[in-house]
């Protein structure tokens, strides 16, 4: 992978409850962002196939949407295009497909789109498709019958972190305040509001331990890449940021297989190998966006993918090492906390953040960069069984 | 069938697993694992035999969920349990006087009781209360 795809362009529309359009009004304003960024221009017909990230289709009343779903709204009916589910990898994963498809040869630019449209339905029914009803997502298992979503399944991860490492309800809304501090120098985040530690700590109980400002929102949005051969990015900007990396990692399917809940393997496996493909390793990366759906859970992925050990997660934020102007900044976008978990447009608003970064055009939120190095990463699905992690540079 | 299905065909297809507690163990790697499958999901070895899973264990893990789906009276508590022997199960927890009570480490056992209702039928199916020691 390394040394053979960049990307040349990134776009996204502010995330939030967007009633006013429509997902074909949010794809098309993401991809023509995502044209108008490539800087020295570019003929849309030069995209030779796409990959259209879609996590609930036709759960929570998107339509069963299919590859040709973006072909058409795009206007581009030329060139194959698939639909890509992997639960909240989905955008990490699209955006890995894409840099598949140039890296093995066959073709030289394509584009990567992921767009969903969560808050038309009441929060329930949205949850409801998120696997928080009696759900099949949880098979042959009368499991199915406990009302398991997406919180529970994070809060059985948080009592753990709490009895094995002593984490506290305090060391999971220190994440929260962080983020969402990030989140108000970010134009395109669904919050852009302060928190405090206390607004936290005494917001209603969702899922003991977690607090309902412990958990990211439900969110409309679509963001998007393009992605070309190495050697051929420079003739459409004059920033390329280069794909070190792109890597998928699973686990087991269902919560009572897996042994640890302190730790995700599929992100541990995610990481392990991006960092190899990428022939780095994790003190060389700047900043990070982690997945963190829950405030539990970025801690834990910040021991996952291998930026500090097990356990040492909650003191290195409280000391502010993860904070924008920290040692290593996690989350400038404002995380999925503040900036949105709309789930196939999250890793791809991810990339738009590493990318923005990495060409230090962001501005207010702009971190320090050293190795000019970010790492995306994502992690989800029934027992969080499935990470996506993406390595960007702006060096080859 | 003349009737029309009274609960779901996922409900029907591991009816006997869901009372006998049947899953199934590794005679390679020693992975428990329930219900029933082929392969063993730990290390894909397909040398398995039927194994029992017993009712008692002790709480690896648990919250306590106030906002769970609709038909769900709040506050719900799913656990995940280590069973004696080895081998997981994931459930509710039933009879719990105070969530307080319940706490990792804690010793349960299975008891059958009503899980959901499913097109106006009760679903049976095992909870957990805590054992008193």
Redesign the interface.
Same mark, same amino acid.
Request: hydrophobic letters at 35%; aromatic letters at 18%; charged letters at 10%.
């Given at each position: 992978m390394r040394g053979k795809v960049a990307v040349i362009g990134v776009g996204m529309i502010k995330f939030g409850e967007l009633f006013e359009k429509s997902l074909e009004n949010m794809i098309q304003e993401a991809y023509l962002n995502c044209l108008k960024n490539v800087d020295k221009g570019i003929d849309p017909k030069e995209i030779k196939a796409a990959w259209f990230g879609q996590w609930s289709g036709g759960f929570i009343g998107q339509g069963a949407q299919s590859g040709q779903s973006l072909a058409s709204m795009i206007g581009n009916r030329n060139i194959p295009c698939t639909r890509l589910e992997n639960a909240c990898p989905t955008g990490g994963d699209t955006f890995r497909h894409a840099c598949l498809g140039v890296a093995s040869g066959m073709y030289d630019v394509v584009l990567a789109l992921g767009a969903e449209k969560m808050r038309d339905k009441p929060s329930a029914e949205s949850l409801g498709g998120a696997g928080g009803g009696g759900g099949a997502e949880t098979g042959n298992h009368p499991a199915w019958m406990i009302g398991q979503g997406g919180p529970a399944i994070q809060a059985m991860h948080a009592t753990r972190q709490m009895y094995e490492l002593g984490y506290t309800m305090e060391d999971f809304a220190r994440v929260a305040v962080k983020n969402h501090h990030n989140g108000t120098f970010c134009p395109y985040a669904h919050y852009q509001f302060e928190i405090t530690l206390e607004r936290v700590l005494n917001s209603p109980v969702i899922c003991w331990p977690l607090h309902l400002f412990d958990c990211c929102p439900q969110t409309d949005g679509a963001a998007a890449a393009i992605v070309c051969r190495a050697d051929l990015a420079k003739k459409y900007t004059s920033k390329p940021v280069y794909v070190l990396a792109s890597n998928v990692g699973v686990d087991h399917n269902q919560l009572w297989d897996r042994n640890s809940f302190i730790e995700q393997l599929s992100t541990v496996r995610a990481a392990k190998g991006a960092f190899q493909m990428a022939g780095i390793k994790p003190s060389d990366v700047d900043f990070a966006e982690l997945h963190d759906c829950f405030t539990n859970t970025e801690l834990m992925n910040a021991e996952d993918v291998g930026f500090v050990r097990k356990g040492e997660a909650a003191r290195k934020l409280k000391d502010g090492e993860f904070d924008m102007h920290g040692s290593l900044p996690i989350n400038p976008s404002g995380g999925l906390k503040a900036h949105g978990h709309p789930i196939a447009a999250t890793g791809l608003g991810q990339i738009f953040e590493l990318v923005t970064q990495l060409r230090e055009e962001a501005d207010k939120r702009q971190v320090k960069l050293k190795n000019g190095i970010g790492l995306q990463h994502n992690v989800g699905g029934p027992a969080f069984g499935v990470s996506a992690v993406n390595i960007l540079s702006r060096s080859p | 069938m003349t009737q029309p299905a009274p609960a779901s065909p /996922?409900f029907w297809?591991?009816n006997p697993e /869901?009372f006998r507690l049947i899953g199934i163990k590794c005679q390679d790697c020693g992975?428990i694992? +329930?219900?029933r499958t082929k392969i063993c999901?730990?290390c894909g070895s397909q040398k398995l035999e039927e194994y029992q899973l017993p009712k008692r264990g002790t709480i690896?893990?648990?919250?306590?969920?106030?906002?769970? #789906? #609709? $038909?769900?009276e709040p506050p =719900?508590m799913?656990v =995940?349990v280590d069973l004696e022997g080895g &081998?997981? +199960?994931? &459930?509710?927890m039933t009879e719990f006087g105070a969530?307080e009570d319940v706490k =990792?480490g804690a010793k349960v056992e299975m008891v059958l009781r009503k899980? $959901?209702t499913d097109r106006g039928l009760n679903?049976y199916? +095992?909870k957990f209360r805590l054992v008193e020691e």
């Open positions: - | /996922v297809r591991f /869901v992975h694992s +329930y219900p999901h730990e690896h893990t648990f919250c306590v969920n106030w906002a769970p #789906p #609709p $038909t769900f =719900i799913p =995940i &081998g997981r +199960y994931q &459930g509710l969530p =990792i899980l $959901t679903v199916g +095992y």
